[in-house]
Protein backbone atom coordinates (compact mmCIF):
# COMPACT_ATOMS: atom_id res chain seq x y z
CA UNK A 1 0.00 0.00 0.00
CA UNK A 2 1.53 3.36 -1.30
CA UNK A 3 0.36 5.93 1.23
CA UNK A 4 1.22 8.86 -1.35
CA UNK A 5 -1.39 7.11 -3.80
CA UNK A 6 -4.52 9.25 -4.02
CA UNK A 7 -7.19 6.32 -3.56
CA UNK A 8 -11.10 5.81 -3.72
CA UNK A 9 -13.99 3.38 -3.17
CA UNK A 10 -17.32 2.77 -2.08
CA UNK A 11 -17.87 3.48 1.27
CA UNK A 12 -21.31 2.08 1.64
CA UNK A 13 -23.08 -0.95 -0.26
CA UNK A 14 -23.86 -0.13 -3.87
CA UNK A 15 -27.64 -0.49 -4.99
CA UNK A 16 -29.28 1.39 -1.37
CA UNK A 17 -30.59 5.12 -1.55
CA UNK A 18 -27.24 6.62 -1.46
CA UNK A 19 -23.85 5.54 -1.96
CA UNK A 20 -21.04 6.82 -0.01
CA UNK A 21 -17.76 7.15 -2.33
CA UNK A 22 -14.41 8.15 -0.32
CA UNK A 23 -11.20 9.34 -1.30
CA UNK A 24 -8.35 9.88 0.48
CA UNK A 25 -4.87 11.25 -0.56
CA UNK A 26 -2.45 14.09 -0.45
CA UNK A 27 -4.39 15.25 -4.23
CA UNK A 28 -8.01 14.17 -3.03
CA UNK A 29 -9.17 18.13 -2.96
CA UNK A 30 -7.92 18.99 -6.41
CA UNK A 31 -9.31 15.17 -7.96
CA UNK A 32 -12.31 15.66 -6.43
CA UNK A 33 -12.75 19.70 -7.17
CA UNK A 34 -12.16 18.11 -11.05
CA UNK A 35 -15.11 15.32 -10.77
CA UNK A 36 -18.23 17.52 -8.60
CA UNK A 37 -19.09 21.20 -9.43
CA UNK A 38 -20.97 23.38 -6.90
CA UNK A 39 -21.60 26.79 -6.54
CA UNK A 40 -18.28 27.11 -4.44
CA UNK A 41 -15.60 24.62 -4.70
CA UNK A 42 -14.08 22.18 -2.00
CA UNK A 43 -11.69 24.34 0.24
CA UNK A 44 -10.15 24.75 3.35
CA UNK A 45 -13.04 27.66 3.61
CA UNK A 46 -15.72 24.93 3.76
CA UNK A 47 -14.15 22.36 5.49
CA UNK A 48 -16.50 19.65 6.83
CA UNK A 49 -19.54 21.20 5.29
CA UNK A 50 -21.57 19.14 3.53
CA UNK A 51 -22.31 21.32 -0.35
CA UNK A 52 -24.44 20.19 -2.99
CA UNK A 53 -23.79 20.04 -6.48
CA UNK A 54 -23.37 17.84 -9.39
CA UNK A 55 -21.24 14.98 -10.64
CA UNK A 56 -21.79 14.16 -14.61
CA UNK A 57 -25.12 15.92 -14.26
CA UNK A 58 -26.06 13.99 -11.41
CA UNK A 59 -26.94 15.82 -7.59
CA UNK A 60 -24.38 14.53 -5.30
CA UNK A 61 -23.10 15.86 -1.97
CA UNK A 62 -19.67 16.91 -0.86
CA UNK A 63 -17.69 17.22 2.19
CA UNK A 64 -13.99 17.73 2.63
CA UNK A 65 -11.87 16.63 5.55
CA UNK A 66 -8.07 18.35 6.05
CA UNK A 67 -5.65 16.41 7.09
CA UNK A 68 -4.76 15.65 9.80
CA UNK A 69 -8.38 15.94 11.38
CA UNK A 70 -10.32 12.96 9.15
CA UNK A 71 -10.72 9.22 9.10
CA UNK A 72 -7.06 8.17 7.44
CA UNK A 73 -5.23 11.53 9.37
CA UNK A 74 -4.88 12.04 4.75
CA UNK A 75 -7.14 14.45 3.22
CA UNK A 76 -10.28 12.94 3.05
CA UNK A 77 -13.63 13.75 0.44
CA UNK A 78 -16.57 11.67 1.10
CA UNK A 79 -19.57 12.32 -2.39
CA UNK A 80 -23.04 11.09 -1.89
CA UNK A 81 -24.62 10.27 -4.88
CA UNK A 82 -27.61 8.11 -6.19
CA UNK A 83 -27.58 4.69 -5.24
CA UNK A 84 -28.25 2.98 -7.97
CA UNK A 85 -24.78 0.77 -9.51
CA UNK A 86 -25.06 3.36 -12.64
CA UNK A 87 -24.44 6.79 -10.62
CA UNK A 88 -21.65 5.00 -8.24
CA UNK A 89 -19.95 3.46 -11.32
CA UNK A 90 -19.86 6.64 -13.00
CA UNK A 91 -18.62 8.60 -10.51
CA UNK A 92 -15.90 6.29 -9.57
CA UNK A 93 -15.41 5.73 -13.48
CA UNK A 94 -13.81 9.71 -13.65
CA UNK A 95 -12.46 9.73 -10.24
CA UNK A 96 -10.24 6.33 -11.03
CA UNK A 97 -9.44 8.93 -14.70
CA UNK A 98 -8.82 12.00 -12.75
CA UNK A 99 -5.90 10.55 -10.38
CA UNK A 100 -7.05 8.11 -8.30
CA UNK A 101 -6.65 4.33 -7.81
CA UNK A 102 -9.35 1.76 -6.34
CA UNK A 103 -8.43 1.14 -2.77
CA UNK A 104 -7.29 -2.12 -1.80
CA UNK A 105 -9.50 -3.63 1.00
CA UNK A 106 -8.72 -2.17 4.33
CA UNK A 107 -6.27 0.37 3.23
CA UNK A 108 -8.64 3.17 4.47
CA UNK A 109 -8.10 1.98 7.51
CA UNK A 110 -4.57 0.55 7.29
CA UNK A 111 -3.72 4.29 6.28
CA UNK A 112 -5.48 5.66 9.74
CA UNK A 113 -3.12 3.07 11.74
CA UNK A 114 -0.13 3.97 10.00
CA UNK A 115 -0.69 7.91 10.53
CA UNK A 116 -1.56 7.23 14.16
CA UNK A 117 -5.18 7.44 14.29
CA UNK A 118 -5.88 4.13 15.09
CA UNK A 119 -3.42 1.43 16.72
CA UNK A 120 -4.21 -2.39 15.38
CA UNK A 121 -6.67 -3.11 18.38
CA UNK A 122 -8.78 -0.62 17.54
CA UNK A 123 -8.54 -1.41 13.57
CA UNK A 124 -9.30 -4.74 14.40
CA UNK A 125 -12.18 -3.58 16.13
CA UNK A 126 -13.61 -1.69 12.87
CA UNK A 127 -14.20 -4.99 11.18
CA UNK A 128 -15.46 -6.56 14.06
CA UNK A 129 -17.91 -3.62 14.01
CA UNK A 130 -18.86 -4.33 10.98
CA UNK A 131 -19.54 -8.09 11.04
CA UNK A 132 -21.19 -7.71 14.55
CA UNK A 133 -24.27 -10.32 14.53
CA UNK A 134 -25.88 -9.23 17.73
CA UNK A 135 -25.57 -6.46 20.11
CA UNK A 136 -22.86 -7.47 22.68
CA UNK A 137 -20.69 -7.95 19.89
CA UNK A 138 -21.39 -4.76 18.51
CA UNK A 139 -20.70 -3.30 22.05
CA UNK A 140 -17.26 -5.21 22.42
CA UNK A 141 -15.99 -4.06 19.27
CA UNK A 142 -17.12 -0.36 20.43
CA UNK A 143 -15.00 -0.55 23.56
CA UNK A 144 -11.99 -2.22 22.05
CA UNK A 145 -12.96 0.46 19.53
CA UNK A 146 -12.61 3.09 22.17
CA UNK A 147 -9.15 2.14 23.08
CA UNK A 148 -10.34 0.38 25.98
CA UNK A 149 -8.39 -2.65 25.41
CA UNK A 150 -5.53 -1.09 24.19
CA UNK A 151 -5.18 0.65 27.55
CA UNK A 152 -4.74 -2.85 28.84
CA UNK A 153 -2.33 -4.41 26.65
CA UNK A 154 -0.14 -0.82 26.95
CA UNK A 155 -0.18 -1.45 30.88
CA UNK A 156 1.56 -4.69 30.41
CA UNK A 157 4.13 -3.31 27.74
CA UNK A 158 4.83 -0.19 30.34
CA UNK A 159 5.36 -2.76 32.90
CA UNK A 160 7.55 -5.65 31.05
CA UNK A 161 9.94 -2.44 29.95
CA UNK A 162 10.35 -1.16 33.48
CA UNK A 163 11.52 -5.09 34.78
CA UNK A 164 13.69 -5.25 31.56
CA UNK A 165 15.45 -1.65 32.85
CA UNK A 166 15.59 -2.95 36.27
CA UNK A 167 17.42 -6.18 35.36
CA UNK A 168 19.68 -3.83 32.91
CA UNK A 169 20.59 -1.47 35.61
CA UNK A 170 22.08 -4.31 37.72
CA UNK A 171 24.62 -5.13 34.45
CA UNK A 172 25.03 -1.24 33.95
CA UNK A 173 26.14 -0.98 37.69
CA UNK A 174 27.16 -4.36 38.97
CA UNK A 175 29.57 -3.10 41.82
CA UNK A 176 27.34 -0.14 42.67
CA UNK A 177 25.83 -0.05 46.47
CA UNK A 178 22.36 0.97 45.00
CA UNK A 179 18.70 0.04 46.15
CA UNK A 180 18.11 -2.24 43.61
CA UNK A 181 14.12 -3.58 43.25
CA UNK A 182 14.05 -7.30 44.49
CA UNK A 183 10.62 -7.72 43.78
CA UNK A 184 10.99 -8.13 40.21
CA UNK A 185 10.05 -12.09 40.27
CA UNK A 186 7.15 -10.85 41.93
CA UNK A 187 5.89 -8.41 39.37
CA UNK A 188 6.81 -10.97 36.58
CA UNK A 189 4.61 -12.99 38.32
CA UNK A 190 1.97 -10.40 38.64
CA UNK A 191 2.33 -9.61 34.95
CA UNK A 192 1.84 -13.32 34.09
CA UNK A 193 -1.47 -13.49 36.08
CA UNK A 194 -2.86 -10.44 34.39
CA UNK A 195 -1.98 -12.04 30.70
CA UNK A 196 -3.34 -15.21 31.29
CA UNK A 197 -6.85 -13.33 32.51
CA UNK A 198 -6.61 -11.84 29.33
CA UNK A 199 -6.11 -14.83 27.37
CA UNK A 200 -8.54 -16.61 29.04
CA UNK A 201 -11.50 -13.63 27.76
CA UNK A 202 -10.91 -15.19 24.50
CA UNK A 203 -12.86 -18.55 24.04
CA UNK A 204 -15.55 -15.67 25.29
CA UNK A 205 -14.84 -13.13 23.00
CA UNK A 206 -15.24 -15.62 20.42
CA UNK A 207 -18.12 -16.67 20.12
CA UNK A 208 -19.45 -13.22 20.31
CA UNK A 209 -17.45 -11.95 17.78
CA UNK A 210 -18.00 -15.32 15.79
CA UNK A 211 -21.18 -16.55 17.09
CA UNK A 212 -22.39 -20.31 16.87
CA UNK A 213 -23.09 -23.01 15.05
CA UNK A 214 -26.65 -24.66 16.13
CA UNK A 215 -28.28 -27.73 14.21
CA UNK A 216 -31.94 -28.30 14.20
CA UNK A 217 -31.95 -32.33 14.55
CA UNK A 218 -34.19 -35.08 14.44
CA UNK A 219 -36.71 -37.51 13.10
CA UNK A 220 -39.00 -35.85 10.59
CA UNK A 221 -42.20 -34.52 12.01
CA UNK A 222 -40.22 -34.08 14.86
CA UNK A 223 -40.99 -29.94 14.99
CA UNK A 224 -37.25 -28.83 13.67
CA UNK A 225 -38.66 -26.10 11.18
CA UNK A 226 -41.49 -24.91 13.50
CA UNK A 227 -38.75 -24.53 16.32
CA UNK A 228 -36.51 -22.52 13.65
CA UNK A 229 -39.58 -20.57 13.08
CA UNK A 230 -40.23 -19.72 16.70
CA UNK A 231 -36.70 -18.46 16.85
CA UNK A 232 -36.18 -16.76 14.41
CA UNK A 233 -39.93 -14.79 14.58
CA UNK A 234 -41.41 -15.14 11.43
CA UNK A 235 -41.87 -18.20 8.81
CA UNK A 236 -38.86 -19.08 7.40
CA UNK A 237 -39.22 -22.75 6.70
CA UNK A 238 -42.03 -24.68 5.51
CA UNK A 239 -44.32 -26.25 8.28
CA UNK A 240 -46.23 -29.44 7.10
CA UNK A 241 -47.82 -32.64 9.29
CA UNK A 242 -46.81 -34.59 6.19
CA UNK A 243 -43.10 -36.13 7.27
CA UNK A 244 -39.98 -35.33 5.39
CA UNK A 245 -40.91 -31.97 4.09
CA UNK A 246 -37.57 -30.60 4.59
CA UNK A 247 -34.96 -32.16 1.79
CA UNK A 248 -32.18 -29.82 2.39
CA UNK A 249 -30.62 -27.77 5.08
CA UNK A 250 -31.72 -24.29 5.92
CA UNK A 251 -29.61 -21.45 6.95
CA UNK A 252 -30.74 -18.56 9.25
CA UNK A 253 -28.89 -16.10 11.29
CA UNK A 254 -30.25 -14.90 14.74
CA UNK A 255 -29.27 -14.09 17.86
CA UNK A 256 -30.33 -15.99 21.53
CA UNK A 257 -29.09 -14.53 24.63
CA UNK A 258 -27.12 -11.90 22.75
CA UNK A 259 -25.02 -14.26 21.11
CA UNK A 260 -25.28 -14.63 17.43
CA UNK A 261 -25.87 -17.80 16.10
CA UNK A 262 -26.50 -20.12 12.72
CA UNK A 263 -29.05 -22.02 12.58
CA UNK A 264 -29.38 -25.41 10.42
CA UNK A 265 -32.51 -26.70 10.22
CA UNK A 266 -31.78 -30.25 8.79
CA UNK A 267 -33.45 -32.80 6.89
CA UNK A 268 -35.44 -35.37 9.23
CA UNK A 269 -33.86 -38.82 9.65
CA UNK A 270 -34.88 -41.40 8.57
CA UNK A 271 -33.96 -44.45 5.98
CA UNK A 272 -35.62 -43.84 2.71
CA UNK A 273 -35.57 -44.95 -0.80
CA UNK A 274 -36.11 -41.26 -2.35
CA UNK A 275 -32.70 -40.37 -3.79
CA UNK A 276 -33.48 -36.78 -3.57
CA UNK A 277 -34.20 -36.80 0.68
CA UNK A 278 -31.35 -39.47 0.80
CA UNK A 279 -29.36 -36.60 -0.27
CA UNK A 280 -30.74 -34.32 1.97
CA UNK A 281 -29.82 -36.87 4.71
CA UNK A 282 -26.45 -37.43 4.37
CA UNK A 283 -25.74 -33.53 4.37
CA UNK A 284 -27.59 -33.51 7.62
CA UNK A 285 -25.22 -35.67 8.94
CA UNK A 286 -22.41 -33.55 7.94
CA UNK A 287 -24.06 -30.11 9.25
CA UNK A 288 -24.61 -32.43 12.71
CA UNK A 289 -21.18 -33.14 12.80
CA UNK A 290 -20.19 -29.29 12.04
CA UNK A 291 -21.70 -27.79 14.54
CA UNK A 292 -21.01 -26.47 18.39
CA UNK A 293 -24.35 -27.10 19.79
CA UNK A 294 -27.19 -29.40 18.50
CA UNK A 295 -31.04 -28.85 19.56
CA UNK A 296 -32.37 -32.74 18.80
CA UNK A 297 -36.25 -32.62 18.37
CA UNK A 298 -37.93 -35.65 19.97
CA UNK A 299 -41.75 -36.02 19.12
CA UNK A 300 -43.13 -36.21 23.01
CA UNK A 301 -46.81 -37.13 20.94
CA UNK A 302 -45.19 -39.77 19.67
CA UNK A 303 -46.58 -43.93 20.24
CA UNK A 304 -42.85 -44.92 20.88
CA UNK A 305 -40.84 -42.41 23.15
CA UNK A 306 -37.97 -44.86 23.35
CA UNK A 307 -37.62 -44.74 19.62
CA UNK A 308 -37.46 -41.30 19.39
CA UNK A 309 -34.53 -41.63 21.91
CA UNK A 310 -33.10 -44.29 20.40
CA UNK A 311 -32.49 -42.04 17.51
CA UNK A 312 -29.95 -39.72 18.52
CA UNK A 313 -26.83 -39.40 17.41
CA UNK A 314 -24.40 -39.37 20.37
CA UNK A 315 -21.59 -38.10 18.55
CA UNK A 316 -23.38 -34.90 17.49
CA UNK A 317 -21.51 -32.19 19.59
CA UNK A 318 -23.49 -30.00 22.16
CA UNK A 319 -26.95 -32.31 22.50
CA UNK A 320 -29.91 -30.92 23.96
CA UNK A 321 -32.53 -33.38 24.10
CA UNK A 322 -36.02 -31.12 23.02
CA UNK A 323 -39.09 -33.55 23.76
CA UNK A 324 -41.73 -30.97 21.44
CA UNK A 325 -45.04 -30.86 21.41
CA UNK A 326 -45.69 -30.81 24.85
CA UNK A 327 -48.61 -28.63 24.34
CA UNK A 328 -50.29 -31.93 22.60
CA UNK A 329 -49.09 -34.63 24.38
CA UNK A 330 -50.15 -36.65 27.06
CA UNK A 331 -48.75 -36.76 30.75
CA UNK A 332 -45.09 -35.30 29.92
CA UNK A 333 -44.11 -36.27 33.36
CA UNK A 334 -43.70 -39.86 31.85
CA UNK A 335 -41.41 -39.05 29.19
CA UNK A 336 -38.33 -41.34 29.71
CA UNK A 337 -34.77 -40.24 30.58
CA UNK A 338 -32.67 -39.22 27.63
CA UNK A 339 -29.26 -39.01 29.37
CA UNK A 340 -28.82 -35.58 28.12
CA UNK A 341 -29.67 -32.54 28.90
CA UNK A 342 -33.45 -32.51 28.20
CA UNK A 343 -36.18 -29.66 27.56
CA UNK A 344 -39.29 -30.46 27.40
CA UNK A 345 -41.20 -27.29 24.83
CA UNK A 346 -43.60 -26.40 22.41
CA UNK A 347 -42.29 -24.85 19.67
CA UNK A 348 -45.76 -24.07 18.33
CA UNK A 349 -47.00 -22.40 21.94
CA UNK A 350 -43.58 -20.59 22.90
CA UNK A 351 -43.77 -23.03 26.12
CA UNK A 352 -40.53 -23.30 28.04
CA UNK A 353 -38.29 -21.03 25.05
CA UNK A 354 -36.38 -19.81 28.16
CA UNK A 355 -35.53 -23.03 29.85
CA UNK A 356 -34.48 -24.27 25.93
CA UNK A 357 -32.04 -20.73 25.89
CA UNK A 358 -30.77 -21.57 29.39
CA UNK A 359 -29.67 -24.73 28.35
CA UNK A 360 -28.41 -23.56 24.85
CA UNK A 361 -25.81 -21.01 27.10
CA UNK A 362 -24.72 -23.58 29.38
CA UNK A 363 -23.58 -25.67 26.07
CA UNK A 364 -21.77 -22.94 24.80
CA UNK A 365 -19.78 -22.04 27.72
CA UNK A 366 -19.59 -25.83 28.67
CA UNK A 367 -21.49 -25.56 31.59
CA UNK A 368 -19.70 -22.74 33.37
CA UNK A 369 -22.11 -19.49 34.03
CA UNK A 370 -22.48 -17.47 31.22
CA UNK A 371 -20.15 -14.73 30.62
CA UNK A 372 -20.23 -11.42 28.47
CA UNK A 373 -16.83 -10.12 28.44
CA UNK A 374 -16.73 -6.17 28.63
CA UNK A 375 -13.13 -7.08 26.76
CA UNK A 376 -11.70 -10.12 24.87
CA UNK A 377 -8.88 -10.68 22.79
CA UNK A 378 -8.92 -12.49 19.50
CA UNK A 379 -6.78 -14.88 18.18
CA UNK A 380 -4.18 -13.18 16.81
CA UNK A 381 -3.77 -11.41 19.92
CA UNK A 382 -4.16 -14.27 22.14
CA UNK A 383 -1.38 -16.09 20.35
CA UNK A 384 0.95 -13.04 21.32
CA UNK A 385 -0.09 -13.05 24.52
CA UNK A 386 1.00 -16.59 25.24
CA UNK A 387 4.21 -16.28 23.60
CA UNK A 388 4.80 -13.50 25.99
CA UNK A 389 4.18 -15.76 28.65
CA UNK A 390 7.10 -17.95 27.82
CA UNK A 391 9.59 -15.24 28.10
CA UNK A 392 8.22 -14.05 30.99
CA UNK A 393 8.67 -17.67 32.27
CA UNK A 394 12.33 -18.08 31.36
CA UNK A 395 12.87 -14.00 32.60
CA UNK A 396 12.23 -14.97 36.17
CA UNK A 397 14.34 -18.37 36.02
CA UNK A 398 17.10 -16.43 34.62
CA UNK A 399 16.27 -12.99 37.20
CA UNK A 400 16.44 -15.90 40.11
CA UNK A 401 19.91 -17.23 38.73
CA UNK A 402 21.64 -14.16 38.77
CA UNK A 403 21.59 -14.02 35.20
CA UNK A 404 20.55 -10.84 34.66
CA UNK A 405 21.58 -10.24 31.14
CA UNK A 406 19.44 -13.39 29.81
CA UNK A 407 16.53 -11.97 32.04
CA UNK A 408 16.67 -8.75 30.38
CA UNK A 409 17.19 -10.44 26.70
CA UNK A 410 13.71 -12.68 27.74
CA UNK A 411 11.47 -9.25 29.06
CA UNK A 412 12.52 -7.77 25.29
CA UNK A 413 11.59 -10.35 23.70
CA UNK A 414 7.81 -10.32 25.85
CA UNK A 415 7.74 -6.94 25.29
CA UNK A 416 8.17 -7.32 21.11
CA UNK A 417 5.16 -9.28 21.19
CA UNK A 418 3.34 -7.70 23.70
CA UNK A 419 3.98 -4.98 21.33
CA UNK A 420 2.85 -6.51 18.14
CA UNK A 421 -1.14 -6.73 19.62
CA UNK A 422 -1.28 -2.79 19.36
CA UNK A 423 1.46 -2.48 16.73
CA UNK A 424 3.91 -0.72 18.14
CA UNK A 425 6.28 -3.42 16.86
CA UNK A 426 5.27 -4.81 13.89
CA UNK A 427 6.11 -6.24 10.18
CA UNK A 428 3.93 -5.29 6.29
CA UNK A 429 2.87 -9.16 6.26
CA UNK A 430 1.23 -8.57 9.66
CA UNK A 431 -0.13 -5.67 8.46
CA UNK A 432 -1.37 -7.16 4.61
CA UNK A 433 -2.91 -10.20 6.54
CA UNK A 434 -4.67 -7.84 8.95
CA UNK A 435 -6.22 -5.49 6.12
CA UNK A 436 -6.97 -7.69 3.56
CA UNK A 437 -9.63 -8.89 5.51
CA UNK A 438 -11.64 -5.73 5.54
CA UNK A 439 -14.11 -5.25 2.63
CA UNK A 440 -13.16 -2.90 0.09
CA UNK A 441 -14.03 0.72 1.02
CA UNK A 442 -12.98 0.41 4.78
Known amino acids: MNQSDNIAAPASAIGGAVTVI ?42 YMKAPFSYTGDDVVELQC ?44 VADLIASSSENAMHMAQKQLAGSLSSRIDELYDLIISLRSECESRLDFP ?16 TRNAIISLIET ?23 SSLL ?6 DRAIVSAIPGTTRDTVESAAVIR ?19 EKMGIERSFRTIRAGKVTFWLLDASSDDPAGEIAAIDHDAPGIIAVWNKCDIAGDIQTLPETGLPTVKISAKSGLNMDTLF ?46 YELAAAELAEASVKIGEITGRTTSPDILDKIFHRFCIGK
Request: net charge negative; with cysteine; glycine share 12%.
Open 22 to 63: RLSGPGVLEIANKVWHGRTPLSAANVRKMLLGKVAGDPTLAV
Open 82 to 125: HGGAASANAVMKLLLASGCRLAEPGEFTCRAFLNGKLDLLQAEA
Open 175 to 190: DEELDFDDSVPDKIRE
Open 202 to 224: GKAGALIRDGVQVVLAGKPNSGK
Open 229 to 234: NRILGF
Open 258 to 276: GIGVNLTDTAGLRESDDPV
Open 358 to 403: DEFEKAVFAGGTPSMPELAVNARSADLLEKSLLSLDRAEKSFNDGD
